[in-house]
C-alpha cells in the first residue's frame, strides 16, 4: 500500500541531510511501528510523505498504492487516503468542530468525485462515530482543539480520521503528553479503525502505546534510516534495554 523507496531528505535551507535512504513497505491491513532516538528522522518521515513545506527530497520515492505521492499537493495526497495525526494538534479559533469536519469530508468526497454529505447524513454520522470513540458530544460543538486537553486533541483527530476513512494513517507520536487512561482511549479509537484496506504507521518512542494497540511490525529508525525490523518483541527490547545495543550492531 504504502511504498517507500531510498528516500532521502534535506532542509530546504539547509545541506542538512535528515532522511539518507529509507526503504519501508506497509501493507493493507497492517500496523508498522517506527520507533527510534530523537534526531533520527521519524516525524521528517511523516511531514514529508504528508506534502509539509520546509523539506526538499533529494531521491528516493513514495507512492500509495501505486500513485506517487511526492508529485501531489498536500490536499491531494488526503483525497488520495493520507492521513497525519500530530504530535502536536494546532487549535483553530473561530471554526466550529463540527463545520470543520463536514467541510474536510465533502472536500475529499468532491475530489474523488463523489457526492457530499447532507448536513443530516453528516450529524448522524459523526454522532454515531463519537459515541464509538467515547468522545463527548459537546466536544463537537467547540472550536477545533480550543481549550481541549492534550487528551481530547488527539481524541478528536482520530474522529477525524474516523469521518475521512482513509487508506494510509499515519499517527506522529500521537501518544506524546498523554497520561494513561488518555493513551488507552486513542489506542482503543485506533484499533476500532483496523480493517484490511487500511495501513496504518505509528511513530513512537514508548512500548507501552504499542502495548495497546499491538502492531504487526516494529522498525527502528536511527540517523536517517531504517536499521532494523522485527515483530512485537523488538519493541519490548528497546523497552528494557534501550537503542545502545542496536545502534551497536550496525555501526
Do not use: W
Request: hydrophobic share 40%.
Amino acid at each position: 500500500m504504502l511504498s517507500i523507496k531510498g528516500l532521502k531528505v534535506k532542509l530546504e535551507d539547509e545541506d542538512k541531510q535528515i532522511l539518507k535512504g529509507v526503504d519501508l513497505e506497509v501493507e493493507a491491513g497492517k500496523v508498522h511501528a517506527i520507533m527510534g532516538p530523537n534526531g533520527s528522522g521519524k516525524s521528517t518521515l511523516s511531514y514529508v510523505l504528508s506534502g509539509k513545506d520546509g523539506y526538499e527530497v533529494t531521491g528516493g520515492s513514495a507512492s500509495l498504492e501505486g500513485i506517487d505521492l511526492l508529485d501531489m499537493e498536500p490536499e491531494e495526497r488526503a483525497a488520495a487516503g493520507l492521513f497525519l495525526a500530530f504530535q502536536y494538534p494546532v487549535e483553530i479559533p473561530g471554526v466550529g468542530n463540527m463545520t470543520f469536519l463536514r467541510t474536510a469530508v465533502n472536500a475529499q468526497r468532491k475530489a474523488r468525485g463523489e457526492e457530499e454529505m447532507s448536513a443530516a447524513e453528516f450529524l448522524k454520522v459523526v454522532r454515531a462515530r463519537a459515541k464509538e470513540l467515547k468522545i463527548d458530544a459537546a466536544m463537537l460543538k467547540r472550536p477545533v482543539n480550543v481549550g481541549f486537553s492534550g487528551g481530547e486533541k488527539k481524541r478528536n483527530e482520530i474522529l477525524q480520521m474516523a469521518m475521512l476513512e482513509p487508506k494510509m494513517c499515519i499517527l506522529d507520536e500521537t501518544d506524546s503528553g498523554l497520561d494513561v487512561d488518555a493513551m488507552k482511549l486513542v489506542a482503543d479509537g485506533v484499533n476500532a479503525l483496523r480493517s484490511e484496506g487500511r495501513g496504518f504507521l505509528v511513530i513512537t518512542h514508548y512500548q507501552r502505546l504499542l502495548d495497546h494497540i499491538q502492531p504487526d511490525v516494529v522498525h527502528i529508525m536511527a540517523d536517517g534510516r531504517i536499521i532494523k525490523t522485527g515483530g512485537p518483541e523488538l519493541a519490548i527490547e528497546v523497552e528494557n534495554n534501550g537503542y545502545a545495543g542496536i545502534l551497536a550492531e550496525v555501526a
